[in-house]
């Protein structure tokens, strides 16, 4: 279905931009969000929320993973035109964020977290980009000074560079090498295996790659992907299909 390809989608889209998804240390829905993104089914992707939110007393954990998973599924709201729902969870997910922070200031993925927030209000309402933008990225770099590891900080720093325009500070080719930086901190640490945003991050940068016109590069991160999930929906069917067209 057109809406399932679309939701793998928005979890990387939102402002014009791609933005990547966090990964904590513990999942304890890390199954289910998983088979929910190589296949795209929204409604699994739900199911692992309302299991969240229905926890009577979460861990610090346990709300740092629901964040994250507010912030994917708003971004399919938005890309699905569905405002009124996106601004419900955005609202949730900003005071969640914000409860995280006030007992753990220091917490570089909340931190970043809040960054992102701030960019889907800017989607939200345009006219507040010149007050919400700097907002934003400046969160952002906060979230990678707090740790240079955070594969949240790192990847968001490397999409940050790679969209802004160059009067502006942006460079591609710094935030390319931020994402790969990205990918290798995760290989290192071996968190790569049924890891969804694994496989985000690296259908990222193969877009990225396609779009610089190195189109084998392109090829080989879309055969690596398959070689590590070959149900990656998106990839099997849709991108990598139409790279080699």
């Known amino acids: 279905m057109e809406r399932k390809k679309y939701f793998v989608k928005a979890v990387c ?3 014009g931009l791609f933005i990547s998804v966090p990964v904590s ?12 993104y190589i296949s795209g089914d ?19 954990g346990q709300k740092l993973e629901l964040a994250e998973y507010y912030y994917a599924h708003i971004g399919y709201l938005l890309g699905a035109g569905r405002k009124r729902e ?13 409860n995280i922070l006030s007992t753990d200031s220091g917490n570089a993925t909340a931190t970043s977290l809040k960054g992102i927030f701030i960019a889907y209000r800017m989607e939200m309402n345009k006219l507040k980009a010149p ?17 240079p590891a ?4 790192v990847s968001d720093l490397g999409n940050m560079y790679y969209h802004c325009p160059a009067v502006f500070g942006g460079d591609k080719a710094k935030g390319m090498e931020y994402m790969r930086q990205a990918v290798r901190i995760m290989e290192n640490r071996s968190e790569a ?12 940068i193969a877009q990225y790659e396609t779009q610089s016109g190195s189109v084998e590069r392109a090829r080989e991160i879309y055969e690596k992907i398959l ?12 991108l990598y299909p139409r790279l080699l067209q």
Do not use: H
Request: include cysteine; proline fraction near 3%; charged fraction near 25%.
């Open 227 to 238: 070689g590590i999930e070959p149900d990656f929906l998106r990839v099997k069917n849709e």
């Open 86 to 98: 996106a601004k419900e969870y955005l609202d949730k997910a900003e005071i969640l964020t914000d």
């Open 25 to 36: 240390a513990q999942r304890q829905y890390s199954r289910e969000i998983y088979s929910a």
């Open 42 to 60: 929204i409604g699994g992707w739900e199911r692992v929320i309302t299991g969240l939110e229905a926890s009577g007393t979460p861990t610090a």
């Open 150 to 153: 955070n594969v949240q900080a």
């Open 193 to 204: 295996e049924g890891n969804w945003f694994y496989l985000n991050l690296l259908t990222m």
């Open 13 to 15: 889209v939102t402002l």
């Open 131 to 147: 007050v919400l933008g700097p907002q934003c990225m400046k969160l952002i770099k906060k979230a990678y000074e707090m740790d």
